[in-house]
């Protein structure tokens, strides 16, 4: 092989390094050399281009079995594990009494869960609802409409009437078979937003209804109405917020 430009035995060591037979530190120093000085890269280049086609005339050699079998035996791949006493994470009472105590956690919380979503009145599954609050003589007298989500009802006179002086109308909440729950005052003359608290939210549906009674102003002295019931109304559920207002608008055009 004619090559004169690379007879330095400085130079062969690229040629060593493309054989791959250079020690670890020696071959990371001509990689480094390689990368940052074009003469060297050159180099490991011209060697590769004379030294890796011989590597295709090779036949390829598998090594015989008794190789690898002295390799594992050096390497004590098969030796059997020492008898020794199990440490903490081969401890099998550990795990038992770890398993247990995970269960009676597991147990705890599922507990709470339920308890919590026994002592919770469960929430109208409907966002929104309505109800129309007639007088006795069919006129609609208010409505009301309920957002479920932000707890909160919107009621709305039909049209302006006359309340005695020093007394309110009070909105009531009846539940099927159960005593009036006070909701708030409402007035005659103009809408007004009332805040529901969840145990008026967890009562509100198809079988509750509303009632406007009379009372002295300020409200009921007793909690329950005092004075004449003069509106009731069922409670239905809406379709959306273009539904209630629907209603409210309607209830609100004279007769």
């Not at 597991?106 to 109208?124: K, S």
């Not at 019931?229 to 539904?243: E, M, N």
Request: aromatic share 6%; hydrophobic share 50%.
């Amino acid at each position: 092989m004619n090559t004169p430009a690379h007879d330095d035995p400085g130079e062969l060591r690229y040629a060593e390094y493309v054989l791959g037979v250079l020690e670890a530190d020696e071959r990371a120093a001509v990689e480094r050399e390689a990368a940052s000085n074009g003469a060297a890269s050159a180099a490991v280049a011209f060697w590769q281009r004379r030294l890796l086609p011989l590597a295709e005339a090779v036949p390829p050699e598998s090594p015989p079995a008794r190789l690898w079998q002295r390799i594992r035996a050096a390497l004590e791949f098969d030796a059997p594990a020492p008898l020794s006493k199990p440490g903490l994470w081969e401890n099998l009472r550990l795990w038992h009494w770890l398993t247990l105590g995970s269960g009676a956690l597991l147990a705890a919380a599922c507990a709470a869960l339920i308890f919590i979503a026994v002592g919770r009145p469960p929430a109208p599954a409907i966002p929104y609802m309505a109800a129309t609050i007639a007088e006795h003589n069919g006129q609609v007298g208010w409505t009301a409409t309920m957002d479920i989500g932000k707890s909160r009802m919107i009621v709305v006179p039909a049209m302006p009437q006359a309340i005695p002086a020093g007394r309110s109308p009070e909105l009531w909440l009846i539940p099927h078979g159960g005593r009036p729950i006070a909701v708030g005052l409402i007035s005659a003359q103009s809408p007004i937003t009332l805040d529901l608290s969840a145990g008026l939210v967890a009562r509100l549906g198809p079988t509750a209804r509303l009632a406007v009674s009379i009372e002295p102003h300020g409200g009921s002295p007793t909690g329950q109405p005092t004075g004449p019931v003069i509106a009731a109304g069922a409670i239905g559920a809406a379709a959306g917020p273009a539904t209630a207002m629907h209603l409210v608008r309607s209830a609100r055009r004279p007769a």
